[in-house]
């Protein structure tokens, strides 16, 4: 099972820590440390398929050099301020990558390995896109 502790710091800061302790600030943005609760989410998401895309990537020993994803989520005018929309745009360098290696690899973390995505999916529409960078 896994588990995680979130200790108020004072103001509108706080401490979350996971089973392992590490450990993340989080706050509102007029305190100007520490990450946003709903952004973290979408660090999550992304964190949850890099792991899953490196995996494969390195499984199908296709020389993966560099992996940053940017996310971009579309919320909800109205409290709750839900996503309804999670686009995460891909960029990935390595020597033997290919379209359709880095597509496959993408589609199963989405579909089959990203706890997240699942969490997520039903309620969020997510998206993809990726580039090769030279």
């Known amino acids: 099972m896994s588990s995680a502790t979130v200790k108020w710091i004072g103001g509108k800061q706080f401490i979350g820590m996971d089973s392992t302790k590490h450990s993340v600030v989080l706050s509102t943005p007029d305190e100007g440390v520490g990450m946003k609760p709903s952004?973290?989410?979408?660090?999550?998401?992304?964190?949850?398929?890099?792991?899953?895309?490196?995996?494969?990537?390195n499984k199908k020993r296709l020389g993966l050099e560099k992996l940053e994803i940017n996310v971009e989520g579309e919320q909800?005018?109205?409290?709750?301020?839900?996503?309804?929309?999670?686009?995460?745009?891909?960029?990935?360098k390595g020597e033997k990558l290919n379209?359709?290696?880095?597509?496959q690899a993408i589609e199963l973390s989405e579909e089959k390995y990203c706890s997240v995505a699942a969490t997520l999916r039903g309620?969020?529409?997510?998206?993809?896109?990726?580039e090769i960078v030279a």
Request: glycine share 0%.
């Open 39 to 57: 952004e973290l989410l979408l660090v999550a998401l992304a964190a949850c398929t890099a792991v899953d895309v490196v995996e494969i990537l």
């Open 76 to 92: 909800e005018q109205e409290p709750p301020w839900t996503f309804r929309k999670i686009h995460l745009i891909y960029r990935l």
């Open 99 to 103: 379209e359709k290696d880095v597509a």
């Open 123 to 130: 309620k969020a529409e997510i998206t993809t896109s990726f």
